[in-house]
C-alpha cells in the first residue's frame, strides 16, 4: 500500500464565513493546494512540459463531504492518496483530519491531457508519469 502524502495547513480568518466556519469551497481549494505540493513532490506539476507536448490535468469530477466544521486557526491535517489510475486518467482521494477526527474527505477525477493552443485533448498517460503516479497508487 502506498504512503499518503500529508500537508498540514491552518484556517485563516479571510477563509471564515459569518459563522466562523471555513466555507465550504476553501476545501476544494485546499485540495488543489495539496495535489499541487504532491505533484512537486514527484517532480511534476499540473502544468508540464512533456517531449513535444504540454501535459495537464484538467478535472472531471470534484466532490466533497464534510463532517465537522473547521474553524479560524484549526489546524487540518490533509492527507491525499490515488484511489485509481486508469489509461487517461487518475483519481485521488483528500481526508481532512483535525487532531483525530475525519472532519471531510473529497475526491477529484482528472484526465491527462496534452493542451495545444488553448485546447485539451486526452491522452494516455506517458509512461514515465504514470511510473511516478503508480508509486502513490492505494
Given at each position: 500500500?502506498?504512503?499518503?502524502?500529508?500537508?498540514?495547513?491552518?484556517?485563516?480568518?479571510?477563509?471564515?464565513?459569518?459563522?466562523?466556519v471555513?466555507?465550504?469551497?476553501?476545501?476544494?481549494?485546499?485540495?488543489?493546494?495539496?495535489?499541487?505540493?504532491?505533484?512537486?513532490?514527484?517532480?511534476?506539476?499540473?502544468?508540464?512540459?512533456?517531449?513535444?507536448d504540454?501535459?495537464?490535468?484538467?478535472?472531471?469530477?470534484?466532490?466533497?463531504?464534510y463532517?465537522?466544521?473547521?474553524?479560524?486557526?484549526?489546524?487540518?491535517?490533509?492527507?491525499?492518496?490515488?484511489?485509481?489510475?486508469?489509461?487517461?486518467?487518475?483519481?485521488?482521494?483528500?481526508?481532512?483530519?483535525?487532531?483525530?477526527?475525519?472532519?471531510?474527505?473529497?475526491?477529484?477525477?482528472?484526465?491527462?491531457?496534452?493542451?495545444?493552443?488553448?485546447?485539451?485533448?486526452?491522452?494516455?498517460?506517458?509512461?514515465?508519469?504514470?511510473?511516478?503516479?503508480?508509486t502513490?497508487?492505494?
Amino acid at each position: 500500500m502506498a504512503d499518503e502524502f500529508v500537508l498540514m495547513r491552518r484556517v485563516q480568518f479571510a477563509e471564515t464565513d459569518m459563522a466562523g466556519v471555513m466555507h465550504f469551497s476553501n476545501y476544494f481549494r485546499w485540495m488543489e493546494e495539496i495535489e499541487h505540493a504532491w505533484m512537486r513532490g514527484l517532480g511534476m506539476s499540473v502544468v508540464q512540459p512533456h517531449a513535444a507536448d504540454t501535459v495537464s490535468w484538467p478535472r472531471v469530477t470534484v466532490s466533497c463531504e464534510y463532517d465537522a466544521p473547521a474553524r479560524f486557526e484549526d489546524e487540518i491535517e490533509m492527507r491525499l492518496l490515488v484511489t485509481d489510475l486508469t489509461e487517461k486518467s487518475m483519481t485521488y482521494e483528500v481526508t481532512f483530519w483535525r487532531d483525530a477526527s475525519r472532519i471531510a474527505r473529497g475526491r477529484t477525477k482528472a484526465v491527462c491531457c496534452k493542451m495545444e493552443q488553448g485546447q485539451f485533448t486526452s491522452i494516455p498517460i506517458p509512461p514515465s508519469i504514470r511510473k511516478l503516479l503508480g508509486t502513490a497508487l492505494q
